[in-house]
């Protein structure tokens, strides 16, 4: 019998096509707003980070698409849609 995957290892199996722009950015001027830092503890993926100048910054990087730093932080602070057909996270659970 083969052994249970575990959530690390399942998401290190999901395929990410990278689309012309990135779906999600951070609205102008409001890099340092203290709201976007809940994006930081909420992405499961990991995406957010604050810089050395207090700036909350966001990777492009394995974006699971789930929505949630959109429901933390407010379409005031962030730019978010899913990425273009045929682009985006392809999940595979093995």
């Known amino acids: ?3 249970a995957l575990g959530l690390k290892a399942k998401l ?3 395929v990410f096509k990278e689309d012309k722009e990135f779906h999600i950015k951070i609205v102008a001027g409001r890099e ?3 709201r ?3 994006a930081i503890v909420v992405c499961p993926a990991g995406l957010y980070s604050e ?3 207090g700036e ?3 990777s492009v990087d394995g974006c699971l698409e789930c929505g949630t730093c ?3 932080c407010g379409e005031d602070l962030l730019e978010w849609h899913y990425p273009n057909g045929g682009s985006g996270v392809q ?3 093995g």
């Open 12 to 14: 290190g199996l999901d």
């Open 32 to 34: 340092k707003d203290s």
């Open 56 to 58: 909350v910054v966001v």
């Open 91 to 93: 999940f595979r659970f």
């Open 36 to 38: 976007l830092k809940k």
């Open 51 to 53: 810089n050395e100048n």
């Open 70 to 72: 959109l429901l933390a």
């Open 1 to 3: 019998m083969s052994e």
